[in-house]
């Protein structure tokens, strides 16, 4: 019987060799291959030219415009001096070109500009051309008790962009936590499909057992009946085992980005990282690091901004267009340059509501009310965000400690089991006995398991909760 026993240990020995993937692995593979760690690197490259386009925005804009060229051939209308009107072919191009520097200004949401402007007539039918043009003309555009966009702006990209480095590590960290579910997904199901071919081979090897000692008169038939149940009810668990394992297998094959097509085995992250989590700590790391502690701020004057967008929209609006320069005209371009005369615009544009039947109040109490719901909205997040903070940190705690009794469970479970199979091969343990440490010896192998996905998804989740590496007591960088 005992030769049986070391047969059946050989041959489960040599079936579990298979290349093995730690956990560490599967993470580093995640984040360098997986369909998630690209898309997140492209959100990041996304969100950098977008800012960057935001900064150019208030840099000095050269630019060249013109209409090139305007060539009309029609009839026109012209009123005689006696009030008649006749029709006048015409033939003729009117180009203009225009050469313009421009610069933003933030803190009061106006444009100066420095322009040169050329304009060309030709008259075909007269043959007749030309020029016309602003050698040299500065200008503003200044809006008056309006509100101002780029100033808000000023204040709101920066904590965008902010926001957006910080997601960068968030969603790196998001990726180890959901391969870490993946990987325990396939680990337990591995530790089932081990159990299912050990318990397998096992109750072959105790039928063979007990067909013997019935021949011999030592059991009854319902206890060999009983055996051969637990023999068909081990292959159904097998065949379950398996479909369930390679579902699990390719999930986490998908999700990693792992190629190769060669079946692997995962090893047990049996070596914890233990280390202790100073709550304030882990606190203060959290509101320096998240890119929710940014929105915070962000949200805040995003509200603010729409308030007084509100409030200065319902009032007197008006724009100021002013321009000072020179201008000429002749017959050749440089005509144009040759003693210009000055040339002075100004205008000034505006709205004021009379009665608009209570609409510009309607704006203004919707707004405020917008403002007071997002300060109620953040000072709830700010407590949520604290509160799993505190009860992560916790958890943590907590977890450290149960993954080493769930350990020494099993490995009480499974010396207990192995007594039982002895007693039993001795004729000293009835079957039901057997079967009940069998059953507490597989329950003890899944709740280690278990323990060990709950401690990992802590570890993860900590991480990703605070951005910050507590057993190495740095901040989590993109290197």
């Not at 309006?146 to 960068?168: C, G, T, V």
């Amino acid at each position: 019987m005992r030769k049986i026993l070391f047969l059946w240990l050989i041959s489960w020995h040599s079936w579990a060799q298979q290349p093995a993937l730690s956990l560490d692995g599967a993470i580093l593979l995640a984040r360098e291959k997986s369909i998630s760690a690209t898309q997140a690197h492209t959100q990041k490259a996304t969100n950098y030219w977008q800012y960057k386009t935001f900064l150019a925005d208030y840099k000095p804009q050269l630019s060249l415009g013109g209409t090139l060229p305007s060539f009309t051939r029609s009839f026109i209308q012209v009123q005689q001096p006696d009030g008649a009107i006749a029709f006048q072919s015409v033939s003729n191009n009117n180009s203009t070109l225009t050469l313009s520097l421009s610069q933003s200004i933030a803190k009061t949401g106006g444009v100066i500009y420095v322009q040169n402007q050329l304009q060309r007539f030709d008259d075909f039918q007269n043959k007749l051309t030309l020029y016309n043009g602003v050698p040299l003309a500065f200008g503003l555009n200044q809006p008056l008790f309006r509100f101002n966009l780029m100033k808000w702006d000023k204040l709101i990209e920066p904590l965008k962009y902010a926001e957006s480095e910080q997601q960068l590590i968030e969603n790196m960290e998001k990726i180890s936590l959901a391969t870490a579910e993946y990987y325990f997904d396939l680990l337990l199901a591995q530790v089932n499909l081990q159990i299912a071919h050990k318990n397998l081979e096992n109750n072959e090897v105790l039928l063979k057992i007990a067909e013997q000692r019935l021949s011999l008169g030592k059991i009854s038939e319902n206890d060999l009946l009983q055996i051969k149940l637990s023999v068909l009810n081990a292959q159904k668990d097998l065949a379950s085992a398996k479909q369930q394992a390679e579902v699990a297998r390719l999930k986490l094959k998908t999700f990693i980005g792992y190629r190769d097509e060669a079946s692997f085995d995962l090893l047990i992250p049996a070596q914890i990282r233990l280390f202790e989590v100073d709550e304030k700590k882990a606190l203060s790391e959290a509101l320096g690091n998240r890119s929710d502690a940014i929105a915070f701020r962000r949200r805040m004057l995003e509200a603010e901004r729409d308030m007084e967008k509100a409030k200065k929209e319902n009032g007197l609006n008006a724009n100021l267009n002013l321009a000072l320069g020179l201008s000429n005209r002749g017959d050749t371009p440089l005509d144009v340059y040759k003693k210009p005369q000055d040339r002075q615009f100004v205008e000034i544009q505006f709205t004021l509501p009379i009665m608009d039947w209570g609409r510009s109040k309607a704006r203004v109490e919707t707004a405020k009310a917008n403002l007071q719901y997002a300060q109620q909205s953040v000072e709830q997040d700010k407590l949520t965000f604290q509160q799993e903070i505190y009860t992560q940190v916790t958890l943590f705690e907590m977890l450290q400690k149960q993954v080493n009794l769930t350990k020494e469970t099993d490995d009480i479970a499974t010396n207990r089991y192995q007594i039982a199979q002895d007693r039993f091969i001795l004729s000293d343990l009835s079957i039901t006995d057997l079967g009940i440490a069998l059953q507490e010896k597989d329950r003890a192998k899944r709740d280690y398991i278990q323990a060990l996905r709950d401690y990992w998804q802590a570890y993860f989740k900590l991480r990703l909760y605070t951005l910050y590496d507590f057993e190495l007591n740095q901040k989590l960088l993109i290197k």
